[in-house]
């Protein structure tokens, strides 16, 4: 079975740093690959995905990561940190190839974001 | 359109007690997913249906859960005898597609057994 490790549960940056979280995963297919960020008591919402067409991957707010084959990361990445960007955020590899798999989400234990002024 | 719409948001009980957790998938999604979320075990998939059908519930940790769709638009999880281990964030999930991964979540059910 797929499955993802996201290293280190808790980073934080300085408003306008970089933004880089980690994400390794494990797989015996090419994967699908997705990015979900969770908002403090809201439910978990699509950021992007990769789904072996392009790479460099961009998705909503100025987040975006790469797939990267021979390191077997994921990792998100944005230029510049905003206060409005503190969240858990968490990878997700699924089952694709099986049926209805591609839909089968793992996730990664979450990486909580925080952003100081 | 309106989201994933789960009831309640919190609910306290005692242990013992039996719990019904609810949630209305978006309209036009064929896909539900029960998902638990607890600080020890991350996000867990309980089971998922594909047109009111059961599809993989190996994720259900034990008989004393049990998920039904009796219809598109309506989907429970039921939890009988509840116990403080079963005390966590339960989320529902649909998704129009079987390939996109897109899911979208509701708010969660907070439950609490005491």
């Known amino acids: 079975a797929q499955s993802v490790t996201q290293l280190g549960s808790h980073v934080s940056v300085s408003e306008g740093a970089l933004v880089l979280l980690r994400c390794n995963y494990s797989?015996?297919?090419?994967?699908?690959l997705f990015w979900y960020v969770q908002y403090p008591n809201q439910g978990l919402q699509l950021l992007l995905k990769?789904?072996?067409?392009?790479?460099l991957v961009k998705g909503i707010n100025g987040f975006e990561a790469e797939f990267k084959k021979s390191e077997t990361s994921f990792h998100l990445t944005k230029p510049s940190a905003h206060m409005s960007d503190a969240a858990e955020y968490f990878c997700?590899?699924?089952?694709?190839?099986?049926?209805?798999?591609?839909?089968?989400?793992?996730f990664g234990t979450g990486t909580q974001l925080k952003v100081e002024l | 359109d309106a989201g994933v719409i789960q009831s309640p948001r919190h609910e306290v009980t005692e242990m013992g007690q039996e719990v019904t957790l609810r949630c209305k998938p978006i309209?036009?999604?064929?896909?539900l997913f029960w998902y638990r979320q607890t600080m020890m075990r991350g996000l867990e998939l309980l089971i998922y249906?594909?047109?009111?059908?059961?599809?993989?519930d190996s994720g259900m940790p034990e008989d004393r859960f049990s998920a039904k769709m009796p219809n598109a638009s309506f989907s429970t999880l039921k939890i009988q005898p509840s116990e403080p281990r079963d005390s966590a964030v339960y989320f529902c999930?649909?998704?129009?597609?079987?390939?996109?991964?897109?899911?979208?979540f509701g708010e969660g059910s907070r439950l609490t057994v005491l």
């Open positions: 997700a590899v699924s089952d694709q190839g099986l049926t209805g798999g591609g839909n089968k989400l793992t």
């Open positions: 999930a649909s998704s129009r597609d079987r390939d996109s991964g897109e899911l979208f």
């Open positions: 797989s015996s297919v090419p994967p699908y």
């Open positions: 249906f594909n047109n009111n059908v059961p599809i993989d």
């Open positions: 990769y789904t072996s067409a392009a790479t």
């Open positions: 309209s036009g999604h064929d896909y």
